[in-house]
């Protein structure tokens, strides 16, 4: 058994603080805010979780290993998080991301189906795909309800024994120094979201950006469609989740913002692209009401891949992040290897190093804007 401190409640700490308590292990979790904050990048209502990732196997078995850890996690709380209303993914042409995606997870025994453009007008109330070569569906794929899942993750860990303490913590060597006290652990964990690069700024780079989302009142029509990704447009949406709105999110980079700064109200001119983006694709949408926006924080590397390492200095230190807005629906799965690569069990993959990194695959739904 091991003493771990985690510090950062989002996906990725809450879901190692859940398997490792799980495990038997001694685990304190520190967050600055109450799990599941607005602030934090896991906050907000919703997230997808597919499998695809174009021609990696990698991110595409974590997935789908995240999945059944996200069913496990219901099953021993009783709360629904996972909705599966599957994911299309809207293809240009033959060749391409959603090519590469089908040939992978064909490989991997994941279930996909290859509709026409006329099937895929069948499955959504209003649909124009007149510049779509087809449509990649994902049927076990979905959404999953964000901010009750890290509430539930932060719960169940709770129920497992690890202990919940409030206060932003400051790194000193191999302490973390929280509220006046230096928490010691076999090992402490720094899954700090955007908050990673301010605190290891010689070993950490991170873009952290400004996103937005905006909600429309679509009807009734909206509540069983697939949530739909078109990756070359860097747009994407799900239906209307808990009469929350049918979701749009405007997947282009944002500017820059910092991690402490107010999140600012979504803009008039995000606000017009995406409906523009909508009337073209699901003409019906064109005029539906806006319920809702919101923003949040990206935090971007330069090649989309996760940071999972220890410290240089200090090897008992871990240093956890990097989502770069695809990380969410990883956690379980994420946390379950680098437990498994602690006892020796497995390798974490080499592109989770610190260090310098080269542009690569944009793994969030944007291939257009990276
Ligand atoms: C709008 C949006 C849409 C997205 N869509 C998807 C999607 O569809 N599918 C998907 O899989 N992913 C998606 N993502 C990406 C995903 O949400 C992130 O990759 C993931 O949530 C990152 O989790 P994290 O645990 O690394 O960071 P966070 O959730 O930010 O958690 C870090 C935590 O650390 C705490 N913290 C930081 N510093 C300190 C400190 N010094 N002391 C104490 N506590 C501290 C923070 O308070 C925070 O709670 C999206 C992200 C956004 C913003």
């Known amino acids: 058994m091991e003493r771990v401190v985690i510090v950062g409640a989002g996906t990725f700490g809450a879901s190692l603080a859940w398997w490792l308590a799980g495990r038997g292990d001694e685990v304190v979790l520190v967050d600055q805010f109450e799990p599941g904050d607005r602030r934090a990048t896991s906050g ?27 069913k496990q996690l219901e099953g021993e709380s009783g709360v629904e998080l996972l909705q599966e209303t599957g994911v ?36 959504f109330t209003s649909f124009d795909g007149s510049d779509l070569a087809w449509v990649l569906h994902e049927p076990e794929a979905g959404v999953l309800r964000a901010q ?20 932003r913590a400051i790194p000193e060597g191999e302490y ?24 290891f ?100 590397t330069v090649d989309s891949h996760f940071i999972v390492a220890p410290h240089p200095e200090h090897p008992s230190v871990w240093l956890v992040g990097g989502g770069s807005g695809h990380g969410f629906k990883h956690g379980p799965a994420l946390a379950e290897r680098i437990a498994g690569a602690w006892s020796g069990k497995a390798e974490l993959p080499a592109h989770f190093a610190l260090g310098e990194r080269a542009k690569g695959t944009s793994f969030r739904s944007a291939g257009s804007n990276f």
Not at 177 to 199: I, K
Request: include cysteine; charged fraction near 25%.
């Open 201 to 300: 700024p010689a070993l950490v780079q991170l873009k952290v950006t400004l996103q937005e989302l905006f909600f429309y009142d679509g009807g009734a029509g909206w509540r069983n469609a697939p949530a739909w990704v078109d990756y070359d447009r860097a747009t994407y949406g799900t239906p209307d989740i808990d009469e929350g709105g049918v979701k749009i999110a405007w997947d282009h980079e944002g500017p820059p913002i910092e991690p402490d700064a107010d999140l600012p109200p979504a803009t008039e001119e995000t606000e017009t692209l995406a409906r523009g983006y909508m009337a073209a694709r699901f003409p019906g949408l064109a005029q539906a009401p806006l319920v809702g926006s919101r923003t949040c924080r990206y935090e971007l």
């Open 176 to 199: 973390a120094v929280v509220n006046g006290a230096a928490l010691e652990g076999d090992r402490v964990v720094w899954s700090c979201g955007p908050w990673l690069r301010q605190l």
């Open 44 to 70: 907000g209502e919703t997230r997808l979780i597919r499998s695809a990732h174009g021609a990696d196997p990698d991110y595409a078995g974590m997935a789908r290993r995240a999945r059944t850890l996200w």
């Open 148 to 167: 009750k899942s890290i509430r539930t993750l932060v719960a169940q860990a709770q129920a497992r024994g690890a202990q919940l303490v409030q206060g």
């Open 88 to 123: 299309s993914w809207f293809a240009h042409g033959e060749d391409g991301w959603e090519a590469e995606s089908e040939r992978t997870l064909k490989a991997l025994d994941i279930p996909t189906e290859r509709w026409s453009v006329e099937e895929a007008s069948r499955r």
